[in-house]
């Protein structure tokens, strides 16, 4: 058995190896989330128009990216993207891109299914009052749908967080990565591998109990 030497455990360790990733993870995940829910909301709607010339691209899209693991996609667009421009855009950029475009996906189809959620009554009665589509969507639907949708939202952008910590493939200096960094300088890998487990734990678990708390509340307009 090995022992555990934790007495480098103190706020130099934060502040000089932990907090310039927390706050990139942080970044990139309130940019993906953004980001995500502006095209995820894009391509559902495209996917229920109805139009082939949208739904099919759409469709396939949004299938494409859920079918690849995001370490791939992640690689694939560092390695991919200097080759088409003809120069280099950096780790942190390369994984604010992938992560936008892969989450699109998956916020893609829990706006679908907020639309579909709603009432389609509620359509046909904005219909029968002269609202276009677009005035449909924007002044009945979508209001209802993303309110429906805030607790599905925040579950799934707790996972983009953790899903943050495979920029390392790709060298971005993340919250694991400053972790990481720490262990070998510090000659303590194992303590510190522990104390980012916990890390995460803690601000995923947290973030949990938020996310019912607005569901329950959610539940309660309704």
Not at 67 to 82: A, D, Q, R
């Amino acid at each position: 058995m090995f022992e555990l030497d934790l007495s480098f455990y103190n706020w130099e360790l934060f502040t000089n190896y932990i907090l310039k990733g927390l706050l990139f993870s942080v970044q990139l995940t309130v940019i993906a989330t953004i980001g995500g829910i502006v095209v995820g909301t894009i391509l559902a709607l495209m996917r229920l128009s109805g139009k082939s010339a949208l739904v099919y691209p759409a469709t396939f899209y949004v299938n494409t990216m859920r079918s690849i693991p995001l370490v791939m996609v992640i690689l694939w667009f560092f390695l991919l993207i200097p080759m088409l421009i003809g120069r280099p855009i950096g780790a942190d950029l390369s994984a604010t891109i992938t992560f936008i475009a892969f989450e699109a996906a998956f916020f893609s189809e829990i706006v679908r299914a907020g639309i579909q959620s709603v009432p389609r009554g509620q359509a046909y009665a904005a219909e029968a009052l002269g609202m276009t589509y677009g005035q449909n969507m924007r002044f009945i639907v979508l209001p209802q749908a993303f309110r429906n949708m805030i607790p599905v939202f925040m579950t799934q952008t707790i996972i983009l967080f953790q899903d943050t910590s495979l920029v390392y493939a790709i060298g971005a200096y993340d919250l694991l990565k400053g972790f990481e960094i720490a262990g070998k300088n510090y000659g303590r890998p194992i303590e510190t591998y522990i104390l980012a487990a916990i890390t995460y734990f803690v601000i995923c678990f947290s973030l949990s109990k938020v996310v019912r708390k607005i569901q329950a509340k959610v539940a309660i307009i309704r």
